[in-house]
């Protein structure tokens, strides 16, 4: 899995492993395009309700930042996940 086999070579690869991992890992659909382009979409944190806000504003920011925390830990675990994945396919 490098570069000096031809760069078909490499870029089937990587879209192979990226099929893989968007199919076989829990919540890792964006990387199926995010290792194509290498870039993933920017995880942004939902702003905080400002203090005239009422009850229900704050309980849908308490679950947006939830959602977000939890797509981040999932990004993090997947990404070691993929990193030891991908170590693998270059030692072949």
């Not at 490499?10 to 919540?27: C, G, L, M, N």
């Not at 395009?33 to 309980?59: H, I, K, R, Y």
């Not at 679950?63 to 925390?69: I, P, T």
Request: aromatic content about 8%; some cysteine; charged content about 25%.
């Amino acid at each position: 899995y490098d570069v000096t086999h031809g760069k078909e070579t490499f870029t089937k690869t990587t879209h192979k492993i990226a099929e893989y991992v968007s199919r076989q890992y829990d919540d890792a659909g964006e990387f199926r395009t995010g290792m194509v382009d290498l870039s993933l979409p920017t995880l942004t944190e939902p702003a905080a309700p400002d203090s005239n806000s009422n009850f229900v504003e704050v309980e849908v920011w308490k679950v947006a930042l939830r959602s977000h925390v939890k797509r981040k830990e999932a990004r993090t675990k997947n990404s070691h996940r993929i990193f030891a994945l991908t170590l693998g396919q270059c030692s072949q």
